[in-house]
């Protein structure tokens, strides 16, 4: 097994030589790249079926690990999209000449090395090093043992890639999937300027409380959908059906239905289609009331406190009832993990106050929460989904993945 110091150590040298990377010719390695990742399908879906024999497959994790041809299309697809877009680099944010006759420029550069903490999730391996080599910083990968031969598979091929290339192999390395090679990266101040982990609340928790890097928090998301007295019915259905069953494995998912008193006349009709996925409701006493007749009973729970501020991550939902929208907005505010939260309404000035009263990294007015994503955003791919204020929030992409430096040019000029 490879010592993580070494891997860390060889990922920071191999960074300091990106910059002799043009546009060009990182975008020619991503192309192949994708190339490669469709013609090596078989080879990625055999190692992918080996971590899946390890998993329940009822076990949450097992849609956010499982990998198919679609899968690898989009991902493919995604390396293309991260193809077109601009480079992030050498843009010149903020540009003036002082008194003194000095000239200032503002540009963005590359963080430099970038650490991703993440679990069941062998895609976050190709989006993660593409946006990284696309914005000029090495990355560092410590996957879970339960992706264990599907990161090792895909980290193969990337690494292949370079050296078609003749570039570094180590601007990429992926460290063992042991307990003690994460120890080391959040110590390795010397060797990565920034972790971000992807991931379970307790992952993401378990990070920031150990960490001496810097870290990006991202992922969790515990999300909730305001249906208004003013909302429109078949928006109600059409988005919180999508929200809650689209992939109930991510953090963009539906997981808490905000209801108007006035409006639980139509909580039956909205949540109908929720009873085909088998999705199981968690309601308070007036929406249970509602529902006992409504909804399969196998499948309707009367609703306790801890059912609320959970991030389900299956085919889960609780349900609450709010006199108004100033009690919709304090239970966000009480239960929100800032990810995504929406509302369905057709008054305008209740849109206005919930988008600006809600502290989240994405707040919507009549879509789907399914919508928070870097590709959806147009990104290309994203890194993850920050849910802090500081750097980045939302999803993150290439810009977020840089920072920059000051250029000063003079003529001489010295400080009294």
């Known amino acids: 097994m490879a010592d993580p110091q070494e891997i860390l150590l060889a990922v920071k040298r191999a960074s300091t030589y990106l910059y002799q990377l043009q546009e060009d010719r990182i975008n020619q ?14 080879q990625i879906l055999k190692a992918n079926q080996q971590d899946l024999a390890r998993m329940d497959p009822d076990n949450p994790k097992y849609d956010r690990l499982q990998l198919n041809s679609i899968r690898i299309e989009s991902i493919a697809s995604d390396i293309e999209n991260v193809i077109q877009l601009p480079s992030p680099l050498a843009k010149h944010l903020a540009e003036r000449k002082l008194p003194n006759g000095l000239q200032l420029q503002k540009v963005s550069v590359p963080i430099g090395v970038i650490g991703v903490i993440y679990e069941a999730r062998p895609n976050v391996t190709f989006d993660v090093f593409s946006l990284c080599l696309k914005a000029g910083n090495a990355c560092i990968l410590k996957g879970g043992s339960d992706a ?52 379970s609340q307790q992952l993401i ?24 007295e003013f909302a429109d019915l078949d928006n109600g259905v059409a988005i919180v059906n999508n929200a809650k069953t689209r992939r109930v494995s991510v953090c963009n998912a539906l997981d808490c239905l905000l209801m108007h008193r006035a409006k639980l006349g139509e909580l039956a009709k909205i949540v109908h289609p929720l009873a ?81 009263a809600v502290d989240a990294a994405a707040v919507y007015v009549n879509a789907s929460t399914a919508f928070t994503d870097g590709a959806q955003f147009g990104l290309g791919a994203e890194i993850g989904i920050s849910t802090q204020k500081l750097h980045a929030r939302g999803p993150m992409g290439l810009e977020e993945l840089t920072t920059y430096k000051w250029i000063i040019n003079g003529t001489g000029q010295v400080r009294e």
């Open 29 to 42: 390695i991503l192309q192949d790249l994708a190339i490669k990742a469709r013609q090596s399908q078989e």
């Open 148 to 199: 264990e031969a599907s990161n090792k598979t895909i980290v193969a091929l990337i690494r292949q890639v370079l050296a078609q290339h003749g570039v570094d192999q180590n601007i990429v390395g992926l460290l063992p999937a042991t307990h003690e090679a994460t120890a080391q990266m959040l110590q390795a101040v010397d060797s990565v300027d920034v972790i971000i982990p992807r991931g």
């Open 205 to 228: 928790n378990f990070v920031r409380e150990n960490a001496r890097v810097p870290v990006i928090e991202t992922g969790a998301g515990i999300v909730h959908t305001y249906y208004d």
């Open 276 to 356: 085909e996925y088998n999705v199981h409701l968690y309601a308070d006493q007036e929406a249970y009331d509602v529902l006992t007749q409504a909804y399969p009973k196998k499948l309707l729970t009367l609703a306790s406190a801890a059912h609320y501020g959970t991030e389900f991550l299956d085919y889960k939902m609780a349900i609450k009832t709010v006199a108004n929208i100033e009690e919709a907005l304090a239970h966000i505010a009480t239960y929100s993990s800032k990810h995504s939260e929406a509302i369905i309404t057709e008054n305008s000035d209740r849109a206005s106050l919930f988008l600006r």
